[in-house]
């Protein structure tokens, strides 16, 4: 038995590759790109380590050019989420008692197939099944999946690490054991790293899970589950299971071997998930942990001092960078009067510059929203704008959809603090600015605190640093990862933990050991090394 006391360092970032023309990792992902397109699979279900295929199929396709089919994949039943949950419980009493060490490595090998062997494979998916460009998809399904496993392996050393002292006569441990029963990880479509995390977390510490993917990433989803597989990851231990959410979630939501959901996507989904965990509460063996990270309306706040092309450029890559559909995006802005005019000039320079198009054209900056109902959604808030006495559409506001999902970046001008778009999430490539006077800089920062529910991410532009710390200090439960002079997008695991509060979710910080924290359950262990034989206390001696 291998009796070390092994701790995994912290490691280095994972660094993001150019794909200059002619590179050998662009050369390697152009013939991908080429394959994918080529080919359509078939994407089974993977339970308890087998393929099962149901016969309820639905297509994947591509958001750029919607008629062109990736994948079919077949969907769960009732059944089958039955038969994961089987299978996730019988390995989780192999799999939470292996040794931590062996866990960790299984996470190292999965991030070493995705660094080298797989890295166009999981690229190219992700860029056809979820149009991102070549360098939106390379921070994503490589650099951040990556460091998410390999920092997971160094967050659990820290925490198995952490014990309690010992008294004179006696001898503390803390047992860091998993939640006793599954996981249920469900996954959104705009990041892969993120469905990757939410079941590589709880795996680490020893927990399994029923892994219900978003029906707009699957083909991205497939291929990793397979990586896992190769990685060394046990049968039953992750079971994916594409699939309707209403039944997947109803089936999985009333079993009693309930442990936890690991959840992000939107706060709807997610009220609705917390809902009916509270009206089975008395069924579960245990009170589940409920982990989301959810919307944001993502602003930016802009000081009379701040530089205005720091501020266009950060409006610019933060609204617009993967069409808006990250949940960092910037969606609202404040900008004094002063500088409005030099900041929209900006953003209007930058979105002349770009071109919007399939992926597979490097030279397209933008490219799809991911599906239909995302774009309908989007194109009536464009539309509503457009219409509406208090707004005015400055830059961009045309969509079609005829070949693929295409909107342009949009910026929204608008008199009214409490306008639609300065409120509610959107999630598309749509900047909506209130301009403010100068002087009534405390009414901006009281609407930028109180017109949204979210409190996801934010960032103040200013020179004036104190002005800047002011700010900082009066929008301190307005997000939950806070930027100064930068964008409020691009979060990196290890270095700004990521997670909001209020209604965008519960604010367990992915990539960091506080999640990790979430997913076990912990005995406290006091061993008394020669035991009392008297129950006398000496106060009761005459
Ligand atoms: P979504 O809520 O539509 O879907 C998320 C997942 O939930 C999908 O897998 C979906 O199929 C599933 N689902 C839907 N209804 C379900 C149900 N009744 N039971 C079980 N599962 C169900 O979100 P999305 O469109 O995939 O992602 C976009 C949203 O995610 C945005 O609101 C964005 O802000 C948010 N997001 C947040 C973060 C964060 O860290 N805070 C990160 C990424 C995305």
Redesign the pocket.
Known sequence: MNNSIFSFPIPANEPVKSYQPGSPERIALDAELKRQRETTIEIPLIIGGKAIKTGNLGKVVEPHNHKHVLATYHKAGEKEVKMAIDAAMKAHKIWGETDWRVRAAILLKAADLVAGKYRALINASCMLGQSKNIYQAEIDSACELIDFLRYNAAFASEIYAMQPKSAPGQLNSVEYRPLEGFVLA??????TS?ASNLNMTPIMMGNTTLW????TSILSNYYLMKVFMEAGVPAGVVNFLPGP??V??KVALSSPDLAGIHF????S?FY??WKTVGDNIAKYKSFPRLVG????KDFIFVHTSADAEAVANAAFCGAFEYQGQK?SAASRMYCPKSLWSKVLKGIQKRCSEVKMGDVIDSENFINAVIDEASFDNISKAIAYAKKSKDAEVVVGGKCDKRVGYFIEPTVIVTKDPHFKTMEE?L?GPVLTVYVYDDKNIEKALEYCQTTSPYG?TGSVFGQDRLACDEISKKLRYCAGNFYINDKPTGAVVGLQP???SRA??TNDK?GSSFNLMRWVTTRAIKETLVSPTTWKYGYMKK
């Open positions: 469900v996954t959104p479509f705009n990041f993120i219900k993917p978003s029906t959410g209403s997947i979630g992000t996507g939107s706060s989904t609705g998930l990270e959810t919307g944001g949940c999430e999630f996801l990521f997670g909001g965008s979710g992915a």
